[in-house]
């Protein structure tokens, strides 16, 4: 059965500041897809990133970096010198190869980035 | 249009009507899907449809009707809903439903409240 847990409810920082939302999977598959997508406001999810289980080279986009430790099984996003914009809720979700119509969401993380 | 629109964006229902959500994309994408987001259960997937083909039913109450006529429109029929069923209901997109590695495009959902 697949699993995501992102136990961080809720975040609040202060703007420029870096912040680190995590998650943590479970999966029995060998083969799978790691997301992040973001829930501003207007309700749109909009998706951010997507990594497979074969590829845990870190990846950064900007000010958006996300740490892929099969390890640990974390898939984590760091938001670097934080900005009102990314106010948002922000969802991991997991997709095992083996079941690939139904991707887990975790409960999501509310960050919440102050002037 | 573009993405992935939804229609209404607002509904409010009494528990003896009979109403239909809307979903259409236009990414030229084969595979479509229905959330449900409340405050207790962040993202529950509901319904899956792949080339028109229903391949995922989460287990919902038969109140909740899918309806997929060709791969860019996505219908949800209610009837007889209950005050509990009040929340966001999401449609997303994706390729197509292969290997699990397709991200998934969001609409911004309809709102609704169930009196």
């Known amino acids: 059965a697949q699993k995501v847990t992102q136990a961080q409810t809720e975040i609040s920082v202060v703007e420029k500041e870096d912040v680190t939302l995590d998650c943590v999977y479970e999966t029995r598959d060998t083969t799978y897809y790691l997301f992040w997508y973001k829930q501003p406001p207007s309700g749109e999810l909009v998706f951010l990133i997507r990594r497979n289980s074969f590829d845990e080279q870190n990846e950064i986009s900007g000010r958006y970096s996300w740490n892929f430790q099969k390890s640990t099984s974390s898939f984590n996003f760091t938001i670097t010198a934080s900005q009102v914009v990314d106010s948002a809720v922000y969802f991991c979700?997991?997709?095992?190869?083996?079941?690939?119509?139904?991707?887990?969401f975790g409960d999501g993380t509310t960050l919440t980035v102050k002037p | 249009e573009t993405g992935v629109t939804q229609t209404p964006r607002h509904l409010v229902m009494g528990m003896t009507n009979k109403k239909s959500l809307k979903c259409e994309q236009h990414l030229g994408h084969n595979a479509m899907y229905w959330y449900k987001q409340s405050a207790k259960k962040p993202l529950e997937l509901m319904f899956v449809y792949n080339f028109k083909e229903q391949t995922e039913n989460n287990s919902v109450p038969s109140r909740f009707s899918p309806e997929c006529p060709n791969s860019s429109h996505l219908f949800l029929h209610l009837h007889t809903l209950q005050p509990e069923d009040s929340a966001l209901y999401l449609c997303?997109?994706?390729?197509?439903?292969?290997?699990?590695?397709?991200?998934?495009?969001f609409g911004p959902g309809t709102r609704l409240t169930v009196l």
């Open positions: 997303a997109s994706s390729q197509e439903v292969g290997t699990g590695g397709n991200e998934q495009f």
């Open positions: 979700a997991l997709s095992e190869n083996t079941n690939a119509g139904k991707s887990t």
